[in-house]
């Protein structure tokens, strides 16, 4: 644990934000599995719901450095591609 006042405060902000960031990357995998679950049923209609859901956490991630843009790309690439298949 650190003397200096700052290095505290630098270490309590650190904590934050690691819990932000595991909260977010927690809900990105998740909204990635509910869409990988409704391609694997076959169900369109939920498929799409959750396709859209799915890339509107993308993106969020990217937009708070959760995830590099071109990673973000490549996920919502895969996704359009099963999603296209089920048609």
């Known amino acids: 644990m ?8 630098r270490v309590e902000l650190a904590k934050a934000a ?3 960031n ?3 990357k927690s809900d ?3 909204s990635v599995k509910k869409f990988e679950a409704a391609v694997a049923q076959g169900n369109r ?6 396709y859209k859901a799915a890339v509107k956490t993308v993106d969020q991630a990217v937009r708070k450095g959760i995830l590099h843009k071109n990673t973000a790309a490549r996920k919502k690439s ?4 099963k999603l296209n298949k089920l048609a």
């Open 28 to 30: 990105l995998k998740t």
């Open 2 to 9: 650190p003397n200096i006042k700052s290095a505290k405060k």
């Open 45 to 50: 209609a939920q498929a799409d719901s959750a």
């Open 18 to 20: 690691n819990a932000r």
């Open 22 to 24: 595991k909260a977010e």
């Open 78 to 81: 895969s996704m359009t591609l």
